[in-house]
C-alpha cells in the first residue's frame, strides 16, 4: 500500500458525480494526473492538494492521509 491515500473518488461523487476532466480543469491539471492521484500512482504537490482540498470545500487531511 502506498504511503498516501487519498478521498478523491469519493468525493467527487459526493459533490454531484464531478467527472475528473471537471476536477482537473478547476484544479489546473490533466484528467490524466488527477486519475493517477485516484489510483495513488501520483501524490500531488502540496499546492495541488490544497487546490483539491479547496474545490471540495474540505481539508487537505479529508482528502489525503498518511499511512505508516
Known amino acids: 500500500m502506498p504511503p498516501i491515500t487519498n478521498a478523491v473518488?469519493?468525493?467527487r461523487f459526493e459533490h454531484?458525480?464531478?467527472t475528473q476532466a471537471d476536477l482537473a480543469g478547476?484544479?489546473?491539471m490533466t484528467r490524466q494526473t488527477?486519475?493517477?492521484i485516484e489510483?495513488?500512482?501520483y501524490a500531488p504537490s502540496l499546492e495541488a492538494a490544497?487546490?483539491?482540498a479547496r474545490v471540495f470545500?474540505?481539508?487537505v487531511d479529508t482528502v489525503f492521509q498518511?499511512?505508516?
Open 16 to 18: 454531484g458525480e464531478m
Open 39 to 41: 489510483q495513488n500512482k
Open 9 to 11: 473518488r469519493r468525493l
Open 50 to 52: 490544497f487546490r483539491i
Open 57 to 59: 470545500g474540505v481539508s
Open 66 to 68: 498518511w499511512v505508516e
Open 26 to 28: 478547476r484544479i489546473g
Open 34 to 36: 488527477v486519475a493517477a
